[in-house]
Structure formats: structure tokens, C-alpha cells
């Protein structure tokens, strides 16, 4: 799975930063990207990211 940010729904709240810091990180526009792949270690707080976006921001692309 890959983490995709949509920076058009993204309000830089920095939540998914703050659950996922290894994937996520606000950037000098003050929206999230995605700044690494999801790994087997970071599958589950990436999941965790997406479902406690407040806006629905982020979803996944299989790869």
C-alpha cells in the first residue's frame, strides 16, 4: 500500500504527522505529504493516520 495525500482536502492539522512521523510530514505549503513508502512497521500506524484524518485527506493506492 501507498499513502496518498489530497492536498486539496488537506487542512495541515498535522495529525497524520504526529501518528506516522516515518511517512507523513507537513510541508512548506502547510499540507501533509508523503515523504516514504508504507512498510510492514509502519502499515498499521499509516491505517491509523488515514481513519483519524479529519477531513478523510488520505487514502491508499495499492502498488
Known sequence: MKAKV???ICI???M?????PE???I???EKAVVI???TVATYDEVKDAMLSCPVAAISEEEI
Open 6 to 8: 489530497h492536498k486539496d
Open 12 to 14: 495541515g492539522c498535522g
Open 16 to 20: 497524520c504527522e504526529n501518528i506516522c
Open 23 to 25: 511517512v507523513f510530514k
Open 27 to 29: 510541508g512548506d505549503d
Open 36 to 38: 516514504s513508502e508504507t
